[in-house]
């Protein structure tokens, strides 16, 4: 009988996609869905003919693979996750694999990590990403957890995933081993994070073209189409253009009708959530995950918009050079989003003692996800040059990106805070890196007022770091301090 090579539990249409580009790989998989009958109907239509094995139960699909087993979930996150793991355990064997490539929270791959290798199992936590058609064609794999479980899974993972050239000519593959526990899930959190932030930085773009510049959507789509041939060159670019684009059976425009309410599924939140756990200043995400749920006050921002007054006009200047101002604003923004994005992942690899590879990280990203675009590149040879680098705005190629868009970037703020057009994301990020660049900051005024309504105390300029003091500001006050600098 033959033996599959690896189990997939979860037949949405993730796990039939992953499971079909698995077996056009020469892997032989087995599979199981908690509905008996979709195994069925997927093993006879569209798997007909591959090296797929249906089963109907648990032990029949363990019975099923070769040693040492390997057996992903794509299931929802949450419980079913845990269930399925508490099921698996009574049925492997030490040695074995539980692969987790649902969107778990990474906090959860940490507890599953260390539950799992107590029960002499190994455990992956991996983040995928590249929707339906990343599964089936080449998504971005970014798998955690037991170190020891990688060499087992590697063929399997490396040759499913997204190939990028790099210099190699059968391509390199966007699957790396990311870290220790919980790293997978953190890095594919925080690539949906940057994935909010690309979307909204692309949203405000498209809101100041069609009421700023009042062009129609044939004319957006080309402006996107002609940004997608330079530094912008991206997935999120290249579906912005074909939306604006697409009309329906009327020859309507599809974007027109859709309800101006963005929903979302957590990671965003996550990651905002994450970056005031580690004290990471992740502005421009943190503005997208509001800007969505701003979006959902639908009936609200109707009322409010018969009575709140402001600027509404169309700008009356030059359209072609405040077009092209707007691209390099959204490309400034972006580098200040993936800096930022980068900034999270250095400052949680120190917290969770993870050892991860930033430029290899960037090559995962570079194809088969959702933010692929060319300026991931970019982001790999700066830290190839530089594997300690600080910040991604430091780095040669970014500073002079930056400065070379500094002065489109601020008129395209400037115009669209006189339009009334919110930019959320474009202006936070142009106020981050505004903030990153100052030498000094008005934070000594705010810890002056917390020592003088709280004596939280503060550090001097003119004293080495780690000495505190504490002034009594209004003569009275007395000398006692607060126990802690950090209140």
């Keep these: 009988m033959t033996q599959a090579d690896i189990a997939l539990i979860g037949l949405a249409v993730m796990g039939q996609n992953l499971v079909m580009n698995m077996a056009d790989h020469g892997f032989t998989v087995a599979v199981y869905n908690r509905t008996t009958s979709v195994v069925d109907e997927f093993v006879n239509g569209t798997a007909k003919g591959a090296s797929i094995i249906g089963t109907h139960s648990l032990p029949e699909l363990v019975a099923a693979l070769k040693h040492p087993r390997r057996v992903m979930m794509l299931v929802k996150a949450g419980q079913p996750v845990d269930d399925f793991i508490e099921k698996l355990i009574a049925l492997l064997e030490p040695g074995d694999i539980i ?70 000519p059968n391509g390199a593959p966007c699957c790396e081993w990311v870290g220790e526990n919980g790293a997978g899930h953190f890095v594919k959190m925080v690539h949906n994070g940057i994935e909010y932030g690309d979307m909204q930085i692309i949203a405000e773009a498209y809101q100041i073209m069609k009421e700023g510049l009042g062009m129609s959507n044939a004319d957006m789509s080309a402006a996107l189409g002609e940004w997608n041939k330079g530094v912008l060159d991206s997935y999120l670019i290249e579906i912005s253009r074909d939306i604006l684009s697409y009309r329906d059976e009327q020859g309507e425009a599809v974007v027109d009708k859709i309800l101006d309410s963005a929903g979302q599924k957590g990671t965003g939140k996550w990651t905002a959530d994450s970056a005031l756990e580690q004290g990471t200043p992740l502005t421009l995400v943190s503005e997208a995950v509001f800007a969505r749920s701003l979006s959902s006050l639908v009936n609200e921002r109707a009322e409010a918009c018969q009575v709140l007054s402001g600027p509404s006009g169309q700008y009356t200047g030059d359209r072609a050079a405040f077009l092209a101002d707007l691209e390099q604003a959204v490309y400034a923004a972006k580098i200040v989003s993936y800096a930022q994005g980068y900034m999270l992942m250095r400052a949680a690899a120190e ?93 000594n005024l705010t810890q002056a007022q917390r020592d003088y309504f709280g004596a939280h105390t503060y550090e001097r300029i003119d004293r080495p770091r780690g000495q505190f003091f504490h002034t009594n500001w209004t003569g009275h006050g007395g000398d006692v301090t607060a126990r802690t600098y950090q209140a």
Aim: hydrophobic letters at 40%; a positive charge; aromatic letters at 10%.
């Design 99 to 168: 692969i987790d490539g649902g969107n778990s929270n990474y906090e959860d791959s940490i507890r599953r990590t260390a539950y799992v290798e107590s029960k002499g199992l190994l455990f992956i936590g991996t983040g995928v990403s590249g929707g339906e058609e990343g599964a089936r064609r080449g998504p971005s794999i970014m798998p955690g957890g037991s170190p020891a479980a990688w060499p087992h899974v590697q063929p399997i993972f490396q040759a499913v995933a997204a190939k990028v050239p790099e210099g190699n």
């Design 351 to 443: 917290t969770y003692k993870w050892h991860l590879n930033l430029g290899g990280i960037a090559l995962m990203w570079r194809g088969g996800c959702i933010i692929r675009s060319v300026f991931l590149g970019k982001i790999k040879d700066a830290f190839d040059a530089n594997p300690d680098l600080t910040n991604l705005m430091l780095a040669p190629y970014f500073q002079q990106a930056l400065a070379n868009a500094g002065d489109a970037w601020r008129r395209a703020v400037a115009t669209a805070v006189q339009l009334g057009i919110p930019t959320p994301a474009i202006s936070s990020a142009l106020a981050f890196y505004d903030g990153y660049r100052r030498g000094r900051l008005p934070a």
